[in-house]
C-alpha cells in the first residue's frame, strides 16, 4: 500500500527544502538565502512523529511563461500538488503576504484539494503580523513553526494527522532495518573478573580472548563476529563485544582503567542488546545495579546471566534474592530476563542467546498510531489524569515517533504537569499491551504551541 503524499508549496525562498529536509533527517535539498535553488520536485521519505508520508519539496511558484524555465518549474509545482493528498502552502510570517501568495492561494482554491497552511519563520514577535495577514488566504488558522529550528513541528502533525494517518499495522520499507536478518551487536559488561571473556570464548569454541584469575585482563572492547545456530536450525549473526570489567568508580585511579571503563561505557552505546554478567558466587552487589541502570540509561535492551551457577551455592535463594533486589534497584524497568549460565560448562548459553534476540525484536519494535490511540483511550476511561489544583490535563493522542528505543510521544494542554505516578501508569500499560516486556520505554509531553505565550 502506497504511503500517503505531501507536496510543499509556496513562493521562492520561504523555507520549503529547510522543511522538507527536516520532515526527511537528511540535508537532501540544497538550502540557501538565495531564491529559486530548488528547480525540480524532490521527492523523499518522511516520517513526522511516527506519521510516515511521501514529501514532494517543490520550486518556488511564480507566475511565468509555461515555455520559460520558472514556467516549466511551475508545470513541476502543480504536477506534485495534483499527485498529493495534502499541501502543504508554506507562507513567510516575517514577510507578510505578498502578491504572489494571494496568487498562489487563489490557484490553491480553484484546484480543489486539501490545503494546511503553513506559516514558517514565525519565532519570535517578528511573524506576528504575517501569521494574522495570513487569515485573509482562506485557509483557516496557520501552523506557526520555524522549519530552521524545529519548532511548531507537534502542531504540524497535529494539521497533517487526520489527513495522512493509517490504521493499519506499520509496513517495513526496503532499506529499513530488519531485526530478523541484522547481526545482533551484543556486549557483554559486568565487574571485574565475571567471566565475560571466558563466555565469549565459550561461544566461540576457541580460545580467542585472554583469561585468568586475575582481575582487569581485558582493556580494549574487543568484537568478534560470530554465528550462532538456533534451536530451530537457523543461522543467526552477532558481533560479540567484550569490555573491560567496570569497578566503582572510586576505585579507578590509574588512567589506564580510566581508558578501559571509558571504552566500555563506549561499547554499551553502540550496543543493541547489553548482557550484565554477575558472578554467582558472590551475588549481587551495588556496582551491579549501577552498570544496569547505566545501560537502561542509554535506552539498550538489558539481559542479566548469573555465571559460575555450577559451582554457586544456595542457588535457589540466591537467585530469588537477586531478582528481587533486581526489581527494587530497577524500578524503571521491572522484569530484566533474569537467566543463569556457566561460562566454564556452556550450561544456558543457548537460553541466553534466544533471550537476547527476543528482547531485541521488542526493542526494535513499532506500533501504528490508530492501535496506540485505540488503547490510549481505554487507559484513559480506567483511570483518568488528575486535575492539579483543580485544573483539568488533557491529553489527545499519543503516538511512537522512534525505535530503538521505543519512545513514544503523547500531545495535549498541561501535561508537563502530570505526575510521574501517572506516567508510570502509562508506561507500564504500554509494555503490557504491546508485548515490550523490560526493554526501556520513553515518554515524551508535548504542548500546542501558544501564540499568545511570548516568554520563550
Not at 504511503?3 to 538550502?31: D, E, M
Not at 534476540?357 to 526494535?364: A, I, L, P, Q, Y
Amino acid at each position: 500500500m502506497p504511503l500517503p503524499v505531501v507536496a510543499i508549496i509556496g513562493r521562492p525562498n520561504v523555507g520549503k527544502s529547510t522543511l522538507f529536509n527536516r520532515l526527511v533527517g537528511k540535508r537532501l535539498a540544497l538550502v540557501d538565502d538565495q531564491p529559486g535553488v530548488t528547480r525540480d520536485r524532490r521527492e523523499g521519505e518522511a516520517n513526522l512523529l511516527g506519521l510516515d508520508f511521501t514529501i514532494f519539496d517543490t520550486a518556488g511558484f511564480e507566475d511565468e511563461d509555461a515555455a520559460t524555465l520558472p514556467g516549466r518549474m511551475r508545470m513541476q509545482t502543480q504536477a506534485a500538488v495534483e499527485m498529493a493528498d495534502v499541501a502543504l502552502f508554506m507562507i513567510d510570517a516575517r514577510a507578510g503576504i505578498t502578491p504572489l501568495d494571494e496568487e498562489i492561494a487563489r490557484w490553491l482554491r480553484s484546484a480543489d484539494g486539501t490545503v494546511v497552511l503553513v506559516a514558517n519563520k514565525a519565532e519570535g514577535r517578528a511573524g506576528e503580523n504575517g501569521v494574522l495577514e495570513s487569515l485573509a488566504l482562506g485557509f483557516g488558522d496557520p501552523v506557526q513553526m520555524s522549519a530552521e529550528h524545529g519548532e511548531g513541528v507537534a502542531d504540524l502533525f497535529d494539521a497533517l494527522r487526520p489527513y495522512v494517518e493509517r490504521e493499519d499495522e506499520p509496513v517495513e520499507e526496503e532499506g529499513e532495518y530488519d531485526p530478523e536478518n541484522a547481526p545482533l551487536k551484543l556486549a557483554i559488561v559486568g565487574r571485574p573478573n565475571a567471566g565475560k571473556s571466558t563466555l565469549i570464548n565459550r561461544f566461540l569454541g576457541e580460545d580467542r580472548l585472554i583469561t585468568g584469575p586475575e582481575a582487569g585482563i581485558t582493556r580494549d572492547s574487543i568484537a568478534v563476529d560470530w554465528q550462532w545456530t538456533a534451536a530451530d536450525g537457523r543461522v543467526r549473526d552477532v558481533r560479540l563485544i567484550d569490555t573491560a570489567g567496570m569497578r566503582k568508580k572510586a576505585r579507578v585511579q590509574e588512567k589506564l582503567e580510566k581508558l578501559s571503563v571509558a571504552d566500555a561505557l563506549h561499547a554499551i552505546d553502540f550496543a543493541e542488546v547489553v548482557v550484565l554478567l554477575l558472578d554467582g558466587t558472590r551475588g549481587l552487589e551495588l556496582q551491579d545495579i549501577k552498570i544496569a541502570d547505566r545501560v537502561l540509561q542509554e535506552g539498550r535492551a538489558l539481559v542479566i546471566a548469573l555465571n559460575k551457577w555450577d559451582v554457586a551455592e544456595h542457588a535457589s535463594s540466591l537467585f530469588n534474592g537477586v531478582k528481587g533486589a533486581l526489581d527494587e534497584g530497577l524500578a524503571q524497568a521491572k522484569g530484566v530476563p533474569l537467566l543463569t549460565v556457566s561460562a566454564a560448562t556452556g550450561k544456558g548459553l543457548d537460553v541466553l542467546m534466544q533471550a537476547a534476540f527476543d528482547t531485541r525484536e521488542s526493542w526494535s519494535k513499532r506500533v501504528s498510531t490508530g492501535q496506540l490511540n485505540r488503547w490510549f483511550d481505554r487507559a484513559l476511561e480506567a483511570n483518568p489524569p488528575p486535575a492539579p489544583g483543580g485544573k483539568r490535563i488533557k491529553m489527545r493522542y499519543i503516538t511512537q515517533n522512534n525505535t530503538r528505543p521505543p519512545s513514544f510521544v503523547l500531545f495535549g494542554t498541561r501535561v508537563d504537569q502530570l505526575p510521574e505516578s501517572y506516567k508510570r501508569y502509562l508506561v507500564n500499560g504500554i509494555r503490557k499491551e504491546f508485548g515490550f516486556g523490560a526493554v526501556p520505554v520513553r515518554l515524551n509531553m508535548r504542548a500546542p504551541k501558544n501564540p499568545f505565550d511570548h516568554s520563550k
